[in-house]
């Protein structure tokens, strides 16, 4: 099983990514739980752009840049490229929400189908950041975004990746935020000692996507959680198996939307007030469903 060893750097700090990226402290803590007999493939988005600027890397491990399409072939591709060999190297597919949940997402499905040990990290910003953050399938209600302007409030929901990968009867499905690098860092050894294929999709703060301050990265993405929209969730063989509680007492979602600049337009505005009740309601009906 995997383990964390103390002042390992996997990821260093060679990257152009924006101070307090999410993305970056939360691959970091994966990394480091994986261990350096890791090969990582990563699919085309802001973590693959600001990590491997020609002629550097930042990664102190084997690393393959994949198409945005495809990461999960080419991970398959690796797998059986490595059963050739005797030893036991874990494959790690690193991607954004852009690739997983839209573009990407028929390649996903037909590596969970066959059944690949590929431990899949979706790095969930809600957005396609890198392009000039346009909305994906993971935007969520409400927010503003380079396709979504704030007077037009988006109708669409978040896709459940969750309940598709749960579908594809994934043993390991986990979900958390880049607010929590010891819930990220389980997670992940649960996910390397899992037989078969896992999926942990992990809520990364994005500073000028979100329009946050750095110093909140991390309170905010903390908050996604503790506010029951976005909670910390473990499922092992299709069963509930872990739950990060949320605070008491209750904390609204408005507190965390009123950081970020992406949800001003619900906060400020009363006309928008049924969003933002929306929005509360997906919270609270987490906290029923999940016994946060
Ligand atoms: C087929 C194809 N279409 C579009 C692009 C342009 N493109 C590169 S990265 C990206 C967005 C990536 O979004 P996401 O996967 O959410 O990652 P993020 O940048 O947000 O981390 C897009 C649209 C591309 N590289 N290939
Ligand atoms: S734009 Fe967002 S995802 Fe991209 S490097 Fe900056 S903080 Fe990270």
Known sequence: MASATPNLNLLSNEHSACVGCGQIIASRAVLNTLGPETIVINATGCLEVTTSQYPTSAWQVPWLHSLFANPSAVASGVLAALKQSKKKIKILVQAGDGSTFDIGFGAVSGMWDRGDEIIYVCYDNEIYANTGMQASGATPYGSRTATTPAGKILDGHKKDMLAIALAHGLPFVAQTTSGFLD???AKVAKAAATKGPS???ILSSCIPGWHIKVVDSV??????ALTGLYPSLEFT???????MPVTRPKIKVEEYLKYQSRFKHLVDNPKNKTTLAALQTLADDNIKKYKL
């Not at 063989?237 to 739950?243: C, D, H, P, V």
């Open 199 to 201: 999926y942990i999709q």
């Open 183 to 185: 819930d990220i860092k």
């Open 219 to 224: 309170k905010v993405a903390q908050l996604a």
């Open 237 to 243: 063989n299709g069963r509930l198996t872990a739950a």
